[in-house]
C-alpha cells in the first residue's frame, strides 16, 4: 500500500525543491497537478502541471475527476482523482504538492495522508526568495505574500511543521518523517 503525503507551504518555502529532491529516491513520485495559470519559462505540459483553461478545468470538477481544487492567486490547481487512486495501490510516497485548501480537502477525504507544512525562516526570506524567482509581477507577489500570512494559520493542522531554513537539513527532516533511508 502507498504513503500520500502532502507537502504545503506558502508561495516561496521551497516546496517544488524539496519534492525535486525527495524524488531523486527510487520509491517516491510527485503528483502532477492540474492548473489553469500559464506555465513558468521552465515548465513542461504534463511533468510540471497539466495546463489547461478554466473551461477545462471545470469539465473536470463536473466529471468528478479531481480528489480536490482550489483557486490560488485566480488560477485553477487541482490533483487528478485516478493518479492518486493508481499511487496507493503501489509500494511508494506519493508526493502531493498543494496549496493549504487543496491540502484539507485531501486530509478529510485520506485520513491516513501525512501532512507536511513547510515553513520559511521568516518574512523576509520569504518575499526574498519570490524576488528572487524573477517570475512573479510585483502585483502577483503582493496577493502571494497576504496569501502567506493566511495560510500561515493553518500549519498547526498539519502532522509536521518543517522550517526550511537550510534545503540539506529540511529534505533530511522529511527523510526521517517518512522513514526513507
Not at 109 to 116: A, D, L
Amino acid at each position: 500500500m502507498g504513503k500520500l503525503v502532502i507537502i504545503s507551504g506558502p508561495s516561496g518555502s521551497g516546496k517544488t525543491t524539496v519534492c525535486k529532491l525527495l524524488e531523486k529516491e527510487p520509491n517516491v513520485k510527485k503528483s502532477v497537478s492540474v492548473t489553469t495559470r500559464p506555465p513558468r519559462y521552465d515548465e513542461k505540459n504534463g511533468e510540471s502541471y497539466y495546463f489547461v483553461n478554466n473551461t477545462e478545468f471545470k469539465e473536470m470538477i463536473q466529471r468528478g475527476e479531481l480528489a480536490e481544487y482550489a483557486t490560488y492567486c485566480n488560477y485553477y490547481y487541482g490533483t487528478p482523482l485516478n493518479a492518486l487512486k493508481e499511487a496507493l495501490k503501489k509500494e511508494i510516497i506519493y508526493l502531493l504538492e498543494i496549496d493549504v485548501q487543496g491540502a484539507i480537502q485531501i486530509m478529510e477525504k485520506f485520513p491516513e495522508v501525512i501532512s507536511i507544512f513547510l515553513l520559511p525562516p521568516d518574512k523576509d526570506t520569504l518575499h526574498n526568495r519570490l524576488i528572487k524567482r524573477n517570475t512573479n509581477k510585483k502585483k502577483d507577489m503582493e496577493v502571494r505574500l497576504k496569501t502567506a500570512a493566511k495560510e500561515l494559520e493553518f500549519k498547526d493542522r498539519y502532522n509536521y511543521c518543517v522550517i526550511n531554513d537550510n534545503l540539506d537539513t529540511t529534505v533530511n527532516t522529511i527523510r526521517k518523517i517518512l522513514n526513507i533511508s
